[in-house]
């Protein structure tokens, strides 16, 4: 683990690149592995909701309800909870909204936060977790002066879990810390989630309802956070930031059915990943290693001539996201999305042809 400063465009990330470029245009047809959206989401009911509220369409959104039910989610007052349009909203809130001075961004992580503050005018110093290591946090690792820390859990794209204990160590006073869990609820029992925490000094946590409940094109996300940070965030906002559709989905997915859903979704998930990884695990004579524990709906290899096996890969009608415009990774890396056994195996198959492909 370091301490990186990147100098100004640092052209050796596109840090603007995301899954679901590889499955745009001419990849649109292929089995996606690349985007981190629960597969056969959103659910039929959660459609007929969002499809109910259209009729109030030509009337302003009112998010008085869904935030209510978001803070009741969490057991927090309605003064800690925003709604945003998605998680990605947020980062770009926090980025023009704090007063920071030396933000401090934890890599290998989702790059829209580092986007958002460079965008922001701010110069980000990045703290990058190794693989020799497990891409474990080392709280002792950011810089004492840092006054915004950001980092995911469970990690995007590493798929590790840190320790809550890890992460609340990382609080100081006058120190804004930013924690990203827009996978948590894809772990089984939500362990090591600091959502609905009120005792974490300067914590701020991210949630998205995008990727369990497939509303990546709905836009819908919340920031827990003191009731002073949330009204900052809130007078950076643009008027009715969330649309009557994305409120109404957001107060259907916060409900005790939609969170039994879910919470039988991320076992679903982990046995799936356990699948995957199994399977994975078959091809480390090809020099193939997966990070592990993993613990999102995702995991991370590196292999040789990974951009290669992605081209073939290809080529057999399967999406994998490339791993090397993460700071902190290189060509070698690719994320896979979780799916279902049966979508797995086939995979496994195309990666052995793509593999053998490469090795010609």
Known sequence: MHLHTPTEGDGAHDLRHH???????EGSALTDLAVNVRADTPPAWLRERIAESLGGLAAYPDGRAARAAAAQRHALPVERVLLTAGAAEAFVLLARALKVRRPVVVHPQFTEPE???RDAG???DRVLLREEDGFRLDPGAVPEDADLVVIGNPTNPTSILHPAASIAELARPGRTLVVDEAFMDAVPGEREALAGRTDVPGLVVLRSLTKTWGLAGLRIGYVLAAPETIAELERAQPLWPVSTPALAAAEACVSPRALAEAAHAAHRVAADRAHLVAGLREFASDGL???????????????????AVRGH?????????????FPGLGEEWLRLAVRDRATVNRFLQALDRAVTLADR
């Open 289 to 307: 290693r997966v990070a592990e524990p993993a613990e999102g709906p995702f995991v991370l290899v590196r292999l040789p001539r990974a951009a």
């Open 19 to 25: 899954g679901d470029a590889e499955v745009r245009d």
């Open 313 to 325: 890969l290809r080529g057999l009608g399967f999406a994998v996201r490339r791993g090397d415009t």
């Open 115 to 117: 986007a958002a503050l």
């Open 122 to 124: 701010h110069t980000v």
